[in-house]
């Protein structure tokens, strides 16, 4: 009887996952990607620069500026009439493109801009970044082409396979363990059960993850992490074993909910009964001071950010008490974006979105243990906390709740800015009543 290659492949696979090795495969597609970035990115830097130089030998005004990187738009003047600059008669129309991308500015916020796909700097050849970059070239179409069929037809459908063993091996595997009576045995068994079927479920996103400073590594007490997706958690479980704290979901998300809680000791909550957070508060608090725990799991900021900020961190976790390890993490979104839109997308087409990437790069950062001071409040502390995470990795420190992102900003903080407004216009006419006084 002869075997599939692909079974040997897939059996070694696991056995290779079972005893935390790999063959090194996806740092070395990972870095063939690179080469191919690198190609396009010099391709198109090419065919602008030779459409930039066709125009201006016309002697007409060209339309676009073009960066090393990126391309960077400015208004059109007089393209119809190809009048000079220097003659143009100026109207009101002229500067109107002006007031536009003005009025842009302001309303692209720091705020809003966080809860939508980071903007990249250069195309990755993925489909939904832009279309129009597919055609410029021949060469390009062709990298394309190879690439859309190597996503969609090679590495989606095997991703998929191995998803659904990645599930049913670990519903199995934590019923199994659920069913063992508390001992040492069955923790030590639940962290290589754990570390496992994680590392196992990565290839079904080919994630290639670097972990720095490893001896800073949570082994008990809280850790606090910076949300960008749902992934984050399976990133951080592929080195470590924790206990999660999080929102309950249905659907796909609650399969691995109730797989887990068989094993170990999750707290999960529903984000809109206000009852419970006192409970998770207690259980926190349980959970922290019992030496017997594995390291908890927790993500203050409450939803997720595009992977270019970290935004408030909610004070209850830093109210609970004891060690507190942040956990800074950065993905590389030149490979795939791993931001997960929740109020855009549903968890089904997010996995099938990543799943049709080239792949989950990312970096993550143990920083040392930090506990609160004597003469220091709990907000503050969360606020130091933050921005160590946002040093490290690289990210924009906001003071602003993540809570925007589903939600309107309260009604008190439109106030307080209206009123300062109106003092503002108070002291100017006061101000200018005072000046025509002087000159009477």
């Known amino acids: 009887m002869i075997i599939p290659p692909f079974i040997i492949l897939l059996v070694t696979v696991v056995v290779l996952a079972s005893l935390g090795k790999s063959l090194g495969l996806r740092q070395k597609y990972v870095q063939f990607l690179l080469k191919v970035f690198e190609f396009g990115r010099q ?62 500015a302001i309303v692209d916020d720091e705020v809003t801009k966080r809860f939508s796909a980071e903007e990249l700097t250069s195309w990755n050849f993925l489909t939904r970044t832009n279309c129009q970059y597919e055609f410029i070239s021949i060469r390009l179409t062709i990298f394309w082409v190879v690439g859309f069929i ?188 791993a931001f997960w839109n929740s109020s855009k997308d549903s968890m089904v087409s997010y996995i099938y979105m990543m799943m049709t990437s080239w792949a989950i790069v990312c970096d993550v950062w143990y920083l040392p243990p930090m506990t609160k001071r004597e003469d220091e409040s709990s907000i503050d502390f969360a606020n130091r906390v933050k921005a160590n995470i946002a040093r490290q990795g690289g990210l924009v420190d906001l003071v602003w709740d993540g809570g925007l992102k589903r939600s309107a900003p309260k009604k008190e903080w439109k106030q307080q800015y209206q009123q300062e407004f109106s003092r503002r216009l108070k002291v100017q006419n006061v101000n200018s009543e005072k000046k025509e006084e002087k000159t009477e």
Request: proline share 4%.
């Open 43 to 104: 391709r198109l830097a090419k065919e602008y620069g030779r459409h930039s130089e066709d125009t201006d030998d016309d002697g007409q005004e060209s339309t676009e500026v073009i960066s090393r990187d990126k391309l960077v738009l400015r208004p059109l003047l007089d393209k119809d009439n190809n009048e000079r600059l220097g003659t143009h008669e100026f109207e009101l129309g002229d500067c109107l493109d002006y007031i536009r991308t003005g009025m842009e």
């Open 150 to 337: 190597l996503r969609y037809c090679l590495l989606l459908p095997l991703r998929i396979l191995i998803l659904t063993i990645g599930i049913v091996v670990m519903v199995a595997c934590t019923y199994f363990v659920g069913c063992l009576p508390e001992s040492k045995m069955k923790k030590r068994l639940n962290s290589c059960v754990s570390v496992f079927c994680f590392d196992f479920l990565s290839g079904a996103l080919s994630l290639v993850c670097t972990y720095h400073n490893k001896e800073n590594i949570p082994r008990r007490g809280i850790c606090v992490a910076n949300h960008t997706t749902p992934i984050d958690v399976l990133v951080l479980a592929c080195d470590n074993t924790y206990d999660m704290v999080g929102q309950r979901h249905g659907g796909f998300l609650s399969i691995f909910q109730r797989a887990l809680s068989r094993a170990s000791a999750h707290i999960w909550f529903e984000r809109s009964e206000a009852k419970d957070r006192f409970a998770v508060a207690r259980r926190l608090r349980e959970h922290v001071e019992d030496p017997d725990k594995l390291p908890i799991l927790i993500f203050p900021e409450g939803t997720c950010i595009n992977n270019t900020s970290v935004m408030q961190f909610k004070k209850g976790t830093f109210e609970v008490g004891g060690i507190i390890y942040p956990v800074a993490i950065k993905y590389d979104p030149r490979f795939g974006d």
